[in-house]
């Protein structure tokens, strides 16, 4: 789950990490409020989407009056905002968040992500913040600084000097740099976080520091423990069938591809959807209903499958060993006959009552072509794809 800009800087806050002051309009009155009340010589008007590189779409526009500002919200406010990130469809603006402009000397890059080969949290940073950090770790790694954090002593003063030293800091901004670690630190682990990165956290010219864009994503399995978060959700942002297949349990996101897949178990999707890759085809998604699948979960499948309209062909491959493959086959044959499935199905099942499955199949009547092994599955979908 990823929250939009002015929620995550409300968090920084609470931090006691230094954010602009600044406020959300949903309207272009609003936005001119906002100006009002946010003594300054200029201000942002910052479209909010879950996406970066807004300032190369047109979604950050820097304004010198209130009239200005409205000017802008009424732009942004219900367009569908296109960057690099988002797609040709581009995401919805609900609302902007209105800044005061300060005077920058410096922009940096820190965030504080999860190392998953070590198992434990790095804080990155570069003196060269504002740009897309990925491409900057790939053509000069050397501009990237890394801290690992050891679970049981957590983050250290030292460390914390160490990084500023690295950015090229001095004086105040220094300790400033520490409390805003310390602050992050404690956020990403109070919150359970699974990203927290502040892109440019910038060196004012009076010499402090401000976090003047932020991104938080939370862990999504830790979501039970912090039901209030729910609220700050905003589902317009997501994939529909995404967020759909979160109502009934099922893990899914959508691709380019045009064969539908449904499979139980993440490590089983990624080698169906590898083998449909080396017989020329392209999945359209990954879609997992996980080992407990229950008939109903795979007939729900099926219509987050097939609402898709690149869907040419589905391809079913469930090893039952959790779960029982005449459970999904029941599931299979309720899906095609709800939905009124028009292309072609293909299922192969293995595991736990794998005969009496392709047998409900067979006495079904349904045109479901029963595959017998995960090769012959992939080369019939892609087949059929074409």
Not at 52 to 81: F, N, Y
Not at 108 to 132: H, Q
Not at 360 to 381: F, H, M, T, V, Y
Request: charged letters at 20%.
């Amino acid at each position: 789950m990823n929250l939009h800009e002015y929620q995550s800087k409300q968090w920084l806050g609470e931090y006691g990490i230094p954010v602009p002051q600044g406020h959300y309009c949903a309207s272009p009155e609003a936005a001119a409020e906002a100006v009002a009340a946010i003594a300054a010589d200029a201000w942002v008007v910052k479209a909010q989407i879950h996406s970066g590189a807004r300032g190369k779409a047109g979604g950050v526009r820097v304004v010198q009056s209130a009239a200005e500002a409205a000017g802008c919200a009424r732009d942004l406010i219900g367009s569908r905002l296109v960057t690099h990130q988002t797609g040709a469809e581009g995401l919805p603006v609900a609302g902007v968040l209105v800044e005061a402009v300060r005077p920058i000397a410096r922009e940096l890059y820190l965030s504080l992500v999860l190392d998953r080969a070590s198992g434990r949290l790095v804080f990155v940073a570069s003196a060269s913040g504002g740009m897309e950090i990925e491409t900057l770790a790939h053509d000069h790694p050397e501009c990237i600084l890394t801290t690992l954090v050891h679970p049981a002593a957590g983050l250290q003063p030292y460390q914390c000097r160490q990084m500023a030293f690295g950015l090229g800091l001095e004086g105040a901004a220094i300790q400033q740099l520490a409390t805003i670690m310390q602050g992050m630190y404690r956020l990403y682990l109070d919150r359970d976080l699974s990203q927290l990165e502040i892109n440019p956290l910038v060196l004012l010219q009076d010499g402090g520091l401000v976090a003047l864009d932020a991104k938080i994503s939370l862990d999504d399995n830790a979501l039970y423990l912090h039901p209030e978060v729910l609220a700050l959700r905003d589902v317009a942002q997501e994939d529909a069938r995404e967020a759909e297949a979160q109502k009934h349990g099922l893990n899914y996101v959508s691709l380019d591809g045009t064969i539908g897949c449904m499979v139980n178990g993440a490590g089983l999707a990624m080698a169906t959807m590898d083998m449909v890759q080396l017989h020329g085809g392209a999945p359209a998604n990954f879609l997992d209903v996980g080992g407990g699948a229950t008939a109903a979960r795979v007939a729900e499948a099926f219509k987050l499958i097939l609402s898709d309209a690149r869907v040419r062909v589905v391809l079913v491959n469930i090893f039952g060993g959790i779960v029982r493959c005449s459970l999904i086959a029941e599931g299979v044959i309720e899906a095609v006959r709800e939905v009124g499935v028009s292309v072609p199905v293909i299922v192969r099942l293995e595991g736990t009552e794998a005969a009496e499955g392709r047998a409900l199949l067979a006495a079904s009547g349904l045109d479901i072509l029963a595959a017998q092994d995960l090769d012959e599955a992939a080369r019939c979908a892609v087949e059929a794809a074409a």
